[in-house]
């Protein structure tokens, strides 16, 4: 016991004499971060819970009146919200899809050796490092019918992709997925990567056909981590704002997002919009968890 | 009351404090939109410091942005701004919400009514209209006026062909069916050339302001704006019929024309691309200049057209100038306030480009004949009619432009749907804030 005592003792003192001890290190790092946490986020998400619940309205002189839920029944009888959401769920749809399709098929292409691969995975990776407002003004340019280069190149002669309701929230997710795809396929070159080759090895011994071998060894494997990809797009996409906000004042491309930013910084209509952002906050919750134990099945097997 | 004095007696303790220290000079900030104006008024302001000592700075943002920046600060009651030179629309926000100093004694003190151009007294200072109660300076007059291409119109072939196919003279429209003609006249996709550019873009105010400008025209009102009452009016045949001309005219637009404002209007002409475009006359300096437009000599302007009846009125863009009720240098703010409406100042803003508000500036040969819109300019601003006022005027203008969108630019529904669902969501707003009860 006594040995131990000592052992201890003469193990924790350089650490004292460099001035911190491990815990004093650890609190170091810690308290801060929680703290600004607890500013940040904690309380202003909770005291948002709070005015969600009440008539208050940020620009007027009038206290705020506890209405119960009626905000929350407002909002999800109204068939305006209910429109916003359904164009939200069709972008999501569209966007993470492309974004999944396009990135997975990237990181295949690229799953191999070639001359300046380093350099040609660099610069894939370049959409993903702008800005979302610049990427929007300058596929807003791409896009124009009288001389952007995409209907020229396309042959499509004056095709207005931002004024046709029903085009402008295919042309706002193409923009998102030719932005996005790269990390997608940053997360699949980094699953690809670890699939071990003895694994294809085996089954070219096996003559499985190159189909068999991609849906019995490739997807499986790599699967955890395109479901993580999965789970952030959706994430991301289900918040859009910039891009959308900046391409298009359609009303057909009216995310979720783009209404609740209206409602409370144009309106000023701050309870009921805490309590939209909260039905979205839940929604997100929701179907972020489905995914994660989907992921965790995954990984079992 | 209470609060606002208490607010008073500490902002005039702290300027005594701050004025104390710091010998005189202060430091001023106006916030407005970031258009030409306002770098006129910045060049302006420089005048003052150099009699005044005091220094202001105009600090500026993006119309899409302005009226968000702006009452962020408000709502915060952050002293940023000393003076902001606010959208007329926000009049009513400004006053009710405390957001605004009142001017009242000042503006009768100078005698303001008479000295600015009525319709400007009328819907950048006064609220609630007709109350005698004044909140800002004018300090910017504006409309949606039109530029047009003058080669076009006189070329002898197209006047020919013009007069074969529609049975009079091509020339500047005079009501809106001429300009709808003139709009499909010149409208040939296959030549790169289009009729007419009009406004689109439904994240602010600018396709309320083209669509309003048609339903004046046409003898329609948005709403009787002293009793709230919207049912009838709103939605009459007059203001369908207006809406229905301004899809109509949207038809001959260049394509893609879904989110437009004064940028894509300028381009319009710019480019060359059409024959006729709608924009506020503060952004027409630019047409004039043959080195942002190669169509400069050959580019002309004219005023609203007038509807069926004869009936002419154009959509009022313009600001005043008001004091920021958080403001810590208020006192300073007035004395520049009362340098801005003396004479002299008033002609020298009118000289470096600003649209004085100022009826003798406005009257004098000299302003009439410094540019080729000038004249367009004086006869629109004796005829401008102004949106809602109110203090929730953001919600019903979002309520409205949700409905006008889909119809002019999607193809949606009618103009008399379009109109009885802003009608049914401006009730319903009104209701909200108990407008019908008093």
Known sequence: MTSLATKLETAAHPARRNGLSDLSIRNLFIIPTVLFLIVFNIFPLIYSLGYSFTDFKASSNAPANFIGLQNYRELLSDEKIWANFVITAQYVIVSVSGQMIVGFGLALLLNRSFPMKGLVTTLLLLPMMMSAAVVGLFWKLLYDPSWGVINYALGLGDFAWLSNPEAALFAIAITDIWMWAPFVMLLSLAGLSAVPKYLYEAAAIDRAGAWYTFRRITLPLVAPLLLIALIFRTMEAFKTFDIAYIMSTQPTTEVIAIRLYKQAFQQWDTGKSCALAYIVLIMVLAITNIYVKYLNRVKER | MLRKNLTRLLAGVGFTLVGAASAYAEDLTIFWAEWDPANYLQELVNEYAKESGDTITVETTPWSDFQTKAFTEFNAKGDAYDMVVGDSQWLGAGATQGHYVDLTEFFVKNKLSDVMAPATVKYYAEYP???????AVPLEGDAVGWAYRKDW???????????????????????YAQMRDIAEFFYRPDEKRYGIAIYTDNSYDAMAMGVESAIFSYGGELGDYATYKVEGITNSKEAVAGLEM?????????PGWGKTFFI?????????LAAMSMNFFAFFPPLVNKTTNPYADVTGFFANPAGP???RFAALGGQGISVVSYSKKQEASMKFLEWFIKDETQKKWAELGGYTASQSVLKSPEFQNATPYNKAFYDTMFMVKDFWATPEYAEILDQMNQHIYPYVVGDKGTAQEALDATVKDWTATFNKYNRYNN
């Open chain 2, 153 to 175: 119109f006189e070329d002898p072939k197209e006047k020919e062909a013009f007069k074969a196919k529609y049975g009079y003279e091509l020339a500047i429209p005079e009501t």
């Open chain 2, 246 to 254: 301004y899809k109509e005219l949207y038809k001959f637009t260049p």
């Open chain 2, 309 to 311: 009846t004869g009936k």
């Open chain 2, 129 to 135: 209209g007709g109350s005698g109660k004044y909140w």
């Open chain 2, 264 to 272: 894509e209007d300028n381009q319009a002409i710019t480019e060359g």
